[in-house]
């Protein structure tokens, strides 16, 4: 590993960092910058690929080293911007080549450099995001225009031919929209770059307002930049809306300036505009999707507390069915507990799913084959008046999910569907195989270039306003009355698309229906090779075997404890991972099975299995946790052939999955 001159080698991560503080590296990716994220102290986290080349050096290179090592040392002092980040308003601050902001490559040399700093925060902190833009074009221009204008005054008239063409050469090489125009907004110059952003030739806009420009809901915007320029101030990368030609509306940083006459008088003004569309448009996915993910936490969290409870109330009622005849009438308000139990287990599957925590059993299948079978529930859900038509584009359209996600997203969206169309409609599924390339990936941000396999999910019912539609995946919002709806359909479908790896979107227009767009990568290469989870069977009765159970919810353990005995276990318990080492040291003695909760105190559950491995080599190990999933895999527990158990789980699903893993 290279190492910096006068530095330490760069550790992995910096002191502190984890991979849950480490923001989406896909959406990192997609931001047209370079792109630095540090903490507090200025410590580097997480840099992208971008900022990789625009510097020169390796990813390990820089993590956990300072920031200033990307700073020339007599520009420093200029560089401490992003301590301040940390105290100010959560928006983007951006600082340009007026403030004489400088970078340092590996190599040593230097370059302008224009910064957008945005302090994000994580569970672990607050970080600021340094989005990093090489200017030394834009400062090349701004020289070369600067030495043209000082040159035009000391030629003679008959030489200013000569560098009038000179100078319009140096502004038509910019890529970014050069233009000036009098004080009262009317256009006297638009340069190649502005025809590529705005798609406007010079001979369309020349002697027309500038306003031809400016959004409806702008409309005193132009009076008070002029009023500024008329006044001799100068406007420094100033963020606001452009309309193209073609009813685009783009996202630009604009910078203007007074134009004077020969006799210092200002008789208009330039503007440089640069198009910021799709770093706008990245910041906004990286924003939503911060706020996603700690939406989903959230929901993790309550499942995992929820199913601890319904697990506690599902064993209850285990017992009780087993000792209440079945004919008497107690045993009704048994079942009533036990339908109430499944409709909870259901609610808090659906948190699972929107928070891409929950276990899933993928197999490859094929979608057209699928969506036969799933039509058979449908057509009940939706009722007489809905038609359900069934289109598949491709002979073949084989996926790798899980069958009972893949029917929840398309029971969810039927059942929106259903209350779109209150007087009938149509309701239609279509599939098809398609490939995308790396444009069509770039604009659609996390996608990969590949195959995929399409599932479009339409109905003709009354649509959604633009407003309803960038908030639909989140949990808990509804457009429907007080009652009618939980607000967790569509996050789930959100929650599983992206955990079965994953695209959606959405088209929709009031009064114009909903189309849902789900893209799954292809499994063609895999038909053969895998085959659908075989149906579990209840276990015989085992005796003579130790199990032991270690689990801090006591209320949990004394349950488990009785449903294992009455199958012929031996059952040691204990409270926490520390009480279970000492009992193994203080009783020497064959242990068959360890089955233990994943998050306790002191102790867990991976390092307590660890360990016991040393004194029990053969010992085999059942997990059980609420939590599950992708939180699991952070804990090193989803490993190949390791088996977890969800909470909550029927005595069916502990006993055979104990029976399984004892062989």
Request: with cysteine.
């Amino acid at each position: 590993m290279r190492t910096f001159p006068d530095h330490q080698p760069a550790s992995p991560l910096a002191p502190g960092a984890s991979a849950e503080v480490l923001l989406s590296t896909e959406l990192l990716e997609a931001l047209p910058d370079a792109v630095v994220a540090v903490d507090r102290d200025g410590t580097i986290v997480q840099v992208n690929s971008q900022a990789q080349e625009l510097f020169g050096y390796e990813f390990e290179e820089l993590i956990g080293q300072k920031v200033e090592v990307l700073v020339p040392e007599r520009y420093r002092h200029q560089h401490h911007s992003h301590r301040d980040a940390f105290s100010a308003a959560p928006k983007t601050r951006r600082m340009g080549a007026d403030l004489d902001l400088y970078g340092r490559r590996r190599n040593g040399s230097e370059f302008p450099v224009e910064i957008s700093l945005s302090p994000v925060s994580t569970e672990n902190g607050v970080f600021v995001l340094s989005a990093i833009r090489d200017i030394s074009d834009r400062k090349r221009i701004a020289e070369e225009l600067r030495r043209a204008n000082e040159e035009l005054h000391r030629r003679t008239a008959e030489q200013l031919g000569e560098y009038r063409s000179r100078l319009a050469s140096i502004i038509d090489s910019s890529d970014d929209a050069i233009l000036s125009k009098e004080l009262n907004g009317t256009i006297t110059s638009w340069n190649k770059g502005a025809e590529r952003i705005y798609g406007y030739t010079p001979e369309e806009v020349v002697g027309k307002h500038i306003s031809l420009l400016t959004p409806s809901d702008r409309p005193n915007e132009i009076s008070e930049i002029l009023q500024k320029i008329a006044a001799g101030e100068s406007i420094e990368h100033y963020e606001s809306v452009r309309v193209a030609k073609d009813g685009r509306q783009l996202s630009v940083s604009i910078s203007v300036s007074p134009l004077r006459d020969a006799a210092g008088e200002i008789v208009g003004a330039s503007a440089i505009a640069h198009d910021i569309t799709a770093q706008k448009r990245a910041e906004g996915q990286l924003r939503q999707s911060q706020k996603m993910e700690a939406i989903g936490r959230l929901a993790g969290g309550v499942a995992h507390d929820f199913n601890n409870i319904l697990a506690i109330i599902n064993a209850c009622t285990e017992f009780l069915r087993d000792r209440i005849d079945p004919a008497a009438e107690p045993s009704a308000y048994v079942e009533n507990i036990k339908k109430a139990t499944l409709r909870g287990v259901a609610l808090t599957r659906q948190l699972l799913s929107f928070s891409r925590t929950s276990t899933i059993q993928p197999c490859v299948l094929d979608l057209n084959d699928r969506l036969k079978d799933i039509s058979k529930l449908l057509r009940p859900l939706l009722g007489e008046d809905i038609e359900v038509l069934i289109v598949s584009r491709s002979p073949s359209a084989v996926i790798e999910a899980d069958p009972g996600q893949l029917d929840q997203i398309v029971v969810n969206l039927a059942v929106n569907a259903r209350d779109a169309m209150p007087r009938g409609g149509k309701f239609i599924l279509e599939t098809a195989a398609v490939r995308f390339d790396e444009d069509f990936a770039g604009q659609h941000q996390p996608m990969a270039a590949g195959k995929y396999v399409q599932l479009a999910v339409s109905d003709t019912g009354s649509g959604m306003d633009e407003a309803t539609v960038s908030r639909i995946f989140e949990p808990f919002f509804t457009t429907k009355e007080a009652g009618k709806g939980t607000g967790l359909g569509l996050s789930t479908v959100y929650g599983i698309v992206k955990q079965s790896a994953g695209h959606i979107l959405v088209y929709s227009e009031l009064g114009h229906g909903t189309t849902f767009k789900i893209y799954l990568p292809s499994a063609d290469h895999k038909v053969g090779l895998e085959s659908r989870p075989e149906m579990e069977t209840v276990s015989p009765k085992r005796q003579g075997t130790t199990i032991l159970l270690v689990e801090d919810d006591e209320m949990m353990r004394d349950l488990t404890r009785q449903l294992l005995q009455e199958h012929g276990y031996t059952v040691v318990e204990a409270n926490d991972g520390k009480s279970a080492l000492e009992w193994v040291e203080s009783h020497p003695g064959p242990i068959d099975l360890l089955l233990t909760d994943v998050i306790m105190r002191h102790v867990s559950g991976p390092e307590l299995a660890e360990r016991l491995h040393t004194s029990h080599p053969t010992l085999k190990v059942v997990y059980m946790s609420g939590y599950t999933g992708e939180l699991m895999a952070n804990r090193d527990v989803l490993k190949p052939g390791v088996t977890l158990l969800e909470k909550p789980f029927t005595r069916t699903a502990l006993l055979n999955t104990i029976h399984t893993t004892l062989g």
